[in-house]
C-alpha cells in the first residue's frame, strides 16, 4: 500500500476527538502564522466631539518605530449611516524622526457609485479602514502623524473616531 494512502488510512482510524485535536493545532499553526504576517504595531482611535468632525480638530498621533523596516499605514474613519459625503479628502502630516516634514492627500471613497457604505457593519456605524502609504521604509525613531479632513465644508458630519494604524509591511 502506498504511503501517502496508509497515513491517510491511519488518520481516519484515529477515533474522532483525538482527530478533532489534529484540525485544532494545525488551524492554530495557520492562524498564528498568518497573523504573524500581518503584525499591527501601532492602533490608536481618537473621538470626535458630537458625530461632528471640524475641520480645524486635527488629530495627532504620536508614536515610536522601534524596528526599522517597511510598513503599512492605514487611515481609520469609525462613522454613521447618514455621514453625506461620497469620498472624504484627508491630508497626512508626518513629521519623521530627523525633524523633516511631509505631506500626502487622500481622496477616500466611503459611498459607493451603487451608494452603499464602504467598511465593515455593525448595526447603523461603520468601521472604515484604507490604506495611504503601503511598503513605506520607516527607521526606528518617534514619528508623528496629523490627520485633517480638507472638505469645502468645516464639518464632516456622523463621524465619530479617526485612526491610524500601522502595521509591519509583508516582505513579498
Known amino acids: 500500500m502506498n504511503s501517502s494512502i496508509k ?3 491511519d488518520f481516519l482510524n484515529i477515533p474522532i476527538v483525538k482527530r478533532l485535536k ?8 495557520a492562524t498564528l502564522t498568518l497573523i504573524n504576517s500581518c503584525t499591527t504595531v501601532y492602533t490608536n482611535y481618537q473621538d470626535t466631539d458630537d458625530l461632528r468632525w471640524e475641520k480645524s480638530d486635527k488629530k495627532i ?3 515610536n518605530i522601534s524596528e ?3 510598513y503599512d499605514l492605514y487611515f481609520g474613519m469609525r462613522y454613521a449611516t447618514g ?3 461620497r469620498y472624504i479628502p484627508i491630508k497626512f502630516t508626518e513629521k519623521l524622526p530627523s525633524g523633516k516634514e511631509r505631506e500626502k492627500e487622500v481622496r477616500f471613497m466611503i459611498i459607493s457609485k451603487n451608494k452603499k457604505y464602504q467598511g465593515d457593519p455593525l448595526g447603523q456605524i461603520w468601521d472604515f479602514e484604507a490604506p495611504f502609504s503601503l511598503h513605506q521604509k520607516m527607521q526606528k525613531g518617534e514619528y508623528s502623524y496629523t490627520i485633517e479632513h480638507t472638505l469645502l465644508n468645516e464639518t464632516a458630519p456622523a463621524v465619530m473616531e ?3 494604524v500601522i502595521k509591519k509591511a509583508d516582505n513579498k
Do not use: C, H, R
Not at 489534529?22 to 499553526?29: F, G, K, N, R
Open 7 to 9: 497515513k491517510l488510512t
Open 162 to 164: 479617526i485612526g491610524l
Open 61 to 63: 498621533f504620536e508614536l
Open 22 to 29: 489534529y484540525v485544532v493545532l494545525i488551524s492554530a499553526i
Open 68 to 70: 526599522a523596516g517597511n
Open 83 to 85: 455621514f453625506p459625503y
